[in-house]
């Protein structure tokens, strides 16, 4: 029998039900709180309230929750896998909502109170070819059971590893610690360029997440530690996060929905790093914006033209929200053949990569009117100069695309010149 309700919980307390909305909107679900519902120590979303008793918006409801599933070929195979539409968001709650991002999880009402995770142990053959699947198929490596999903457009693979060293594939609901990304033949350097990242934001301080680049046969792939998880005694634990463009209840079926409008950049159906400061500088961690403008800082440096509004986070934790760690950062300006200058977010009302400056990074701060000019300045000028120190500790992989590490310098140079970073010549 096909589920007409699924149960809602968040952190494993149900708090409420959620209902297809209506036949003529498949992208839309309902949710209904509980009557008894008392509020926990940790918020659910920024984007409306849990009043006991009452429903919250249907579209803000759905395009938060819609944030949770993937994005173009890989929810096109997980909706074609299960026989539903890919924008049948009840579909997708009801099928792959066991175990997304965050802490929530969607359950059948019957489902066994005695339930209990499961987890197969992977060869290194198995693990090969469930990667190369990954990046066949767009299926994220699911298997028939598996009731897990992730944002994203990328190939990717969600798995455990609870001992450290052996990678383990959940069944049903059973929850992933780590995303493996394979390596595209493609793009073989890109994945050396995002790992190079992660090290670099780690020696900022920007992120603490685990990451590693090993071989599955002869298939290389990076392993990413989930920070929306722990590990405490071989029991996976889940930290409840939503991303920016939930937050701000962002269309959730329109891919581009989460960059900002080219042309129409004051459109408030898309997101701005304007409307992205308010909702950070609303948290209750004090701290949140100032470290939000770091990342925004990093993001120029680095050359990532994809750090989109699903790229910034929220952590909801017990008593604070605050922002996440930095993710999904990538040098994508120095693949060859591949170069888009355009930012996903325009900088002092400029969108294009070579126009950014220490000045066009401060006036964009100081215009959202959230802290100091001073302030402003001291963030960013402090954000590039921890940048070269961490290009200065930490070598780029020989691996990584060509002039991608002389780039990075010839950013911070220029910035620190009082410059535009303009175009380097090779």
Do not use: C
């Not at 969600?158 to 990304?181: C, E, F, M, N, V």
């Not at 996903?344 to 969108?351: K, P, R």
């Not at 100081?366 to 590039?384: F, H, N, P, Q, Y």
């Amino acid at each position: 029998m096909v589920e007409q309700t699924l149960d809602v919980l968040l952190h494993g307390r149900r708090i409420g039900t959620a209902a297809r909305s209506s036949a003529r909107a498949p992208h839309h679900v309902t949710l209904a709180w509980n009557d008894d519902l008392v509020a926990g120590p940790v918020r659910l979303s920024e984007s409306f309230a849990l009043l006991p008793g009452t429903s919250p918006p249907t579209k803000l409801a759905s395009n938060f929750l819609g944030g949770y599933a993937p994005e173009g070929n890989q929810r096109q195979a997980l909706a074609d896998d299960r026989g539903i539409a890919k924008d049948d968001l009840f579909g997708l709650l009801r099928e792959f909502g066991g175990s997304m991002a965050g802490a929530l999880i969607f359950q059948a009402p019957d489902e066994d109170p005695k339930y209990s995770p499961k987890y197969d142990e992977l060869t290194e053959t198995q693990l090969g070819r469930l990667l190369r699947k990954a990046v066949t198929e767009s299926d994220l490596g699911t298997q028939d059971d598996s009731r897990s999903m992730i944002q994203g457009f990328q190939p990717k693979v969600l798995l455990a590893q609870l001992d450290g060293k052996t990678w383990l594939q959940p069944h049903g609901r059973a929850h992933s610690t780590h995303i493996l990304k394979p390596q595209l033949s493609t793009k073989p350097s890109k994945l050396y360029d995002e790992f190079y990242s992660h090290q670099l934001a780690r020696h900022m301080g920007l992120s603490s997440f685990d990451s590693a680049i090993h071989n599955a046969g002869p298939l290389k792939y990076l392993a990413i530690e989930r920070f929306d998880r722990t590990i405490d005694n071989g029991t996976v634990s889940l930290l409840h996060q939503e991303d920016a463009s939930q937050a701000l209840g962002i269309d959730w079926v329109d891919a581009d929905s989460k960059f900002q409008s080219r042309e129409r950049p004051t459109d408030r159906a898309r997101p701005s790093l304007g409307r992205i400061a308010e909702l950070y500088a609303t948290l209750s961690d004090p701290a949140a914006l100032h470290t939000w403008i770091r990342q925004l800082t990093y993001r120029v440096l680095v050359g990532d033209n994809d750090g989109h509004a699903k790229n910034y986070g929220i952590l909801h934790l017990d008593g604070v929200d605050t922002v996440t760690d930095v993710y999904d950062a990538v040098p994508n300006l120095y693949q060859e053949g591949r170069i888009e200058w355009n930012m996903a977010f325009s900088i002092d009302g400029q969108f294009d990569h070579r126009r950014m400056s220490l000045d066009r990074l401060v006036a964009e701060v100081d215009g959202w009117g959230t802290i100091a000019r001073s302030d402003a300045e001291k963030l960013v000028m402090g954000t590039v100069r921890q940048f070269i120190a961490a290009l200065e500790a930490i070598p780029a992989p020989a691996e990584a695309s060509k002039g991608m590490r002389a780039a990075l310098e010839w950013n911070t140079e220029r910035l620190i010149d009082g410059k535009e970073i303009s175009e380097r010549r090779s």
